[in-house]
């Protein structure tokens, strides 16, 4: 696909090939073409790219904060925001569709946006950490053709990378009082096999290992299947289920829900649930969740509400298939 | 957990209407308060287990995945879903609530109503271990909804 973009001012420019553009365009979504390639050029925004294009120097810098991030012990490190999901309790997850909010609303049209508010806080103190406001994160397309062997991309699936241990293959687990380690230790143990030990401990996979998984990831026509549902609570209950047969396909600790988190892993999954949500966003302009809910707030973040989730660009983030740097031609 | 079998159920016109555009099977009361498993559901193979192979010869008709919260981690009553709610309660839901989760199978319907054929559904726990018969099923009820 050519690229044209004009630099401001006739100075260097950085083109960005939104995903949401191309995909905007395969569509037919010409109205939403301008907003997200004028976004995904405005400074400060962030790119969130498909892991499979991350540069050399992407990724260094993502491991590189994540590290740093995984040494800070207080609550601006890993295991604070991790531990935000599942264990230590309180767990602040929403996950399936089950009654209960405000007078018996179902919980599940809470799902997508309170992951989206869980991936904006931690992409805030991954870049903290990193002291690198370019840090993103990226999204793993884990649609396989079921011809094809489902398996993790190796920027994850490696033990080392440059020679140091990779940060992305597995994550530690230290900060969850024995007491409440013990009894995960034991599920653990029990549903995958594989005791994982005292703290501090580490995460661990089994791709397509345990006897419930799916026989592979996610295809292509299941994503555009939910990617069509008109409304958005249908919408999100096809794609959680896509999200949860992707949880237990990985196995080991992302097959919990108390420490599915630990793992790297987790966050490229559902920053790939967020795009894709994203992506239906631009298909069905004006849709969201019901009215009712746009009030609700999603803690542990109080400055969010439902509401406050839905426009990416204002969370200061965009989604881009690659990234294609220009340099300024040479002045005659 | 234990399989489910149900009683034959009707699928001619007079008992699923016409006109549907989407046909869904719909668990209501599923139990994610453990560990991650599948509930893999079969058409008219009242045989079916863990074991049969998810072909449509055998009738498989898709597949729920539960993301499970791998058990309780806090006191005595910590994991029990409040039965009720009062008025004026903000407070987010308890998270053990059981779920709703469904799996369309409009097409498969569509060709058992042509034929007017009744259907029993068959859905098989997998777990890590072995299904055991003396265990609840992981679920309240499971209906088929169509829709318009």
């Known amino acids: 696909m050519r690229l044209e973009v004009e630099g401001p001012a006739g100075k260097s420019a950085v083109a960005a090939l939104s995903l949401a553009t191309v995909r905007g365009r395969e569509a037919g979504l010409a109205n939403h073409q301008m907003d997200t390639a004028q976004s995904a050029v405005v400074p400060g925004v962030r790119l969130r790219k498909s892991v499979a294009t991350l540069t050399g120097a992407d990724l260094a810098g993502l491991r590189a904060a994540l590290v740093a991030m995984q040494g800070i012990s207080d609550d601006r490190g890993y295991q604070h925001y991790a531990g935000i999901h599942g264990l230590p309790l309180p767990g602040y997850c929403v996950h399936h569709d089950a009654a209960g909010i405000l007078g018996n609303l179902p919980a599940g049209p809470l799902f997508l946006p309170w992951h989206r508010a869980y991936l904006y806080f931690f992409e805030l103190a991954l870049q903290d950490a990193g002291q690198d406001a370019t840090v993103a994160l990226p999204w793993w397309d884990w649609t396989t053709d079921p011809a094809q062997p489902s398996e993790i991309l190796a920027a994850y699936a490696m033990e080392t990378a440059s020679g140091q241990p990779n940060p992305l293959y597995q994550g530690p687990i230290v900060a969850i009082p024995d007491s409440q380690w013990e009894g995960e230790r034991r599920t653990l143990t029990d549903d995958t096999g594989i005791d994982p030990g005292p703290l501090p401990a580490v995460t661990f996979r089994q791709p397509g290992a345990l006897p419930a998984a799916p026989p592979g990831l996610p295809t292509p026509p299941e994503v555009k299947k939910a990617l069509s549902s008109p409304s958005f609570v249908d919408f999100s209950q096809r794609i959680e289920r896509i999200h949860d047969a992707v949880h237990v396909w990985v196995g080991g600790t992302m097959s919990e829900i108390p420490v599915a988190a630990y793992d790297p892993l987790f966050y490229a999954h559902h920053t790939m649930i967020d795009r894709l949500w994203w992506l239906w966003q631009l298909q069905h302009p004006g849709a969201g969740p019901p009215a009712r809910y746009l009030n609700v707030p999603l803690p542990p973040f109080p400055s969010l509400t439902v509401g406050g989730t839905l426009d990416i660009n204002g969370l200061g983030y965009e989604y881009a298939l690659a990234e294609v740097p220009f340099v300024p031609a040479a002045q005659g | ?148």
């Open chain 2, 1 to 148: 957990m234990r399989p489910y079998i149900s009683k034959p159920a009707g699928l001619a016109p007079v008992d699923i209407g016409t006109g549907y555009h989407r046909a869904d099977l719909v668990f209501d009361g599923v139990d994610h308060s453990a560990g991650s498993f599948a509930l893999r559901v079969f058409f008219n193979n009242p045989d079916a287990t863990d074991k049969t192979e998810v072909t449509g010869e055998n009738g498989y008709a898709g597949a729920v995945y539960v993301f499970g919260h791998g058990g309780c981690f806090g006191d005595e009553g910590h994991c029990d879903p409040p039965v009720g709610r009062r008025a004026f309660d903000h407070r987010p839901p308890h998270q053990l609530i059981p779920a709703k989760m469904w799996i369309e199978v409009t097409d498969a319907i569509r060709e058992l109503a042509q034929r007017q054929e009744q259907l029993v559904i068959t859905v098989v726990p997998v777990v890590p271990g072995e299904v055991t018969q003396d265990s609840p099923v992981p679920f309240q009820k499971v209906s088929l909804v169509t829709y318009a």
